[in-house]
Each structure stands twice: as C-alpha cells, then as structure tokens.
C-alpha cells in the first residue's frame, strides 16, 4: 500500500505517479483513508516529503504483528466501504 497526501493530489494523479515506476504492479485502482480512521485505530500518520512531496507514512512500529493486521484490515474496510475514489 502506498499513502498519498490527498489534499496535495488527486486519486488519478496518484495513480498515475505510482504506474510510473515499471518495478510496482499496476494497481486496479484507489482507494482512500482519512487522518481520522487512522486517529481511531491509534496510528499516527505524517508526511513524508524526502520520498515524494505528497507521500504520507502512517506510524504501525508500536504494535505487534496481529495488531498490526487488525488495524490495517479496518482501514481496509473503511477504504472498501467508501469505494474507489479511481480506477483506470
């Protein structure tokens, strides 16, 4: 998963950007997270400019590998039950 600043681009601008590199798999489309879901599930997120000027890390090193797994499928949900914000 690769986490875009989304008030610094678009859902199709960052897919284009992520095709971009041949090494990734092209992905079937975008999908979003808000700062809030992340609150909820105790993850700090923050940006990341030196990688790209719109990448976004968000923090999961406090938690174990379950933990980890549980938080990421909620965001995943979330993301799923919004819908795609892209698809080519």
């Known amino acids: 998963m690769s986490?875009?600043?989304g008030d610094q681009i678009t859902a199709?601008?960052?897919w284009r950007h992520?095709?971009?590199?041949p090494a990734k798999p092209a992905p079937s489309g975008v999908l979003a997270i808000t700062?809030?879901?992340?609150r909820r599930q105790d993850l700090p997120v923050r940006?990341?400019?030196?990688?790209f000027p719109a990448h976004v890390l968000i923090d999961f090193r406090e938690f174990g590998t379950n933990r980890?797994?549980?938080?990421?499928?909620r965001l995943r949900d979330a993301a799923v039950n919004r819908g795609w914000q892209f698809q080519p």
């Open 68 to 73: 980890t797994k549980r938080k990421s499928e």
């Open 3 to 5: 986490v875009y600043d």
């Open 12 to 14: 199709a601008a960052a």
């Open 35 to 38: 700062q809030e879901e992340c």
């Open 18 to 21: 992520y095709i971009n590199d």
């Open 47 to 51: 940006p990341d400019p030196d990688t």
